[in-house]
T-cell receptor, first 113, second 113 residues
Framework: DVKVTQSSRYLVKRTGEKVFLECVQD?????MFWYRQDPGLGLRLIYF???????EKGDIPEGYSVSREKKERFSLILESASTNQTSMYLC????????????FGPGTRLTVL | DQQVKQNSPSLSVQEGRISILNCDYT??????FLWYKKYPAEGPTFLIS?????DKNEDGRFTVFLNKSAKHLSLHIVPSQPGDSAVYFC????????????FGQGTELSVKP
C-alpha cells in the first residue's frame, strides 16, 4: 500500500510566521504535489515536482515556496503566513507513468490567526 | 477560469437507488479523467478513471461515462450505499504534463438509509 504522510493534521500559526508543511511518501514516486482545498473551489495545485531538486509552479503559487532535497520528501513553505492561507493542505505523490494515479496524504488543516 | 466544473455542490439519494454525479470541462485537449472520493478529515482516494479514447469504464458499482462532444462526464453509483456518502471530485489531465490534475469543485453526496 502506498503511504503518504503529512507532518501535522492540525496547525495554528500567527500572521507573519514562517510555516513548514512536510510530506513524505514511501513508494519511491517521482512526482509529488501540493494542493489546497477550499469550500466551493475544490483542490487547487500550488506546486509540483517531477524529481529531486525540480519544482514547477501550479495554479496558485503566490505566497508559497517548496523544497525537494530527497525523493521521498516534499516540503511546502509559507514564507510569511497570512489569514487568506487558512486552508486544508493536501500532499500527493504518483509514479511517473502517463496514467498513474495520485495518492494523497490525510491533509493538514492550517489556521492562520 | 474553471476548466473543470461540478455545478451541483450537493446531492441526496436514497439507499439502493442510483447516484449520478456530473462534471463538465472546457478544454477538449484533456485526455484522461478521474474521480476521487473524499471523506472528512481524510485525503482524497482514487475511485475510477477513463481515457478519452473510451466512452465508458465500469468497476463494480461504479461506472464513468464520457461524452466528448458535450465535454461532459458522469459517475454512476448503483446501488448507492450509506458508506458512499462523501465528497466526490472529478479531475482531468493532459498526458504530456506529468500527471498534473485539474480538479472540479466537488459534489457532496449524501446517501440516506
Amino acid at each position: 500500500d502506498v503511504k503518504v504522510t503529512q507532518s501535522s493534521r492540525y496547525l495554528v500559526k500567527r500572521t507573519g510566521e514562517k510555516v513548514f508543511l512536510e510530506c513524505v511518501q514511501d513508494m519511491d514516486h517521482e512526482n509529488m504535489f501540493w494542493y489546497r482545498q477550499d469550500p466551493g473551489l475544490g483542490l487547487r495545485l500550488i506546486y509540483f515536482s517531477y524529481d529531486v531538486k525540480m519544482k514547477e509552479k501550479g495554479d496558485i503559487p503566490e505566497g508559497y515556496s517548496v523544497s525537494r532535497e530527497k525523493k521521498e520528501r516534499f516540503s511546502l513553505i509559507l514564507e510569511s503566513a497570512s489569514t487568506n492561507q487558512t486552508s486544508m493542505y493536501l500532499c500527493a505523490s504518483r509514479a511517473g507513468g502517463a496514467t498513474d494515479t495520485q495518492y494523497f496524504g490525510p491533509g493538514t488543516r492550517l489556521t492562520v490567526l | 477560469d474553471q476548466q473543470v466544473k461540478q455545478n451541483s455542490p450537493s446531492l441526496s439519494v436514497q439507499e439502493g437507488r442510483i447516484s449520478i454525479l456530473n462534471c463538465d470541462y472546457t478544454n477538449s485537449m484533456f485526455d484522461y479523467f478521474l474521480w476521487y472520493k473524499k471523506y472528512p478529515a481524510e485525503g482524497p482516494t482514487f475511485l475510477i478513471s477513463i481515457s478519452s479514447i473510451k466512452d465508458k469504464n465500469e468497476d463494480g458499482r461504479f461506472t464513468v461515462f464520457l461524452n466528448k462532444s458535450a465535454k461532459h462526464l458522469s459517475l454512476h453509483i448503483v446501488p448507492s450505499q450509506p458508506g458512499d456518502s462523501a465528497v466526490y471530485f472529478c479531475a482531468a489531465s493532459f498526458n504530456n504534463q506529468g500527471g498534473k490534475l485539474i480538479f472540479g469543485q466537488g459534489t457532496e453526496l449524501s446517501v440516506k438509509p
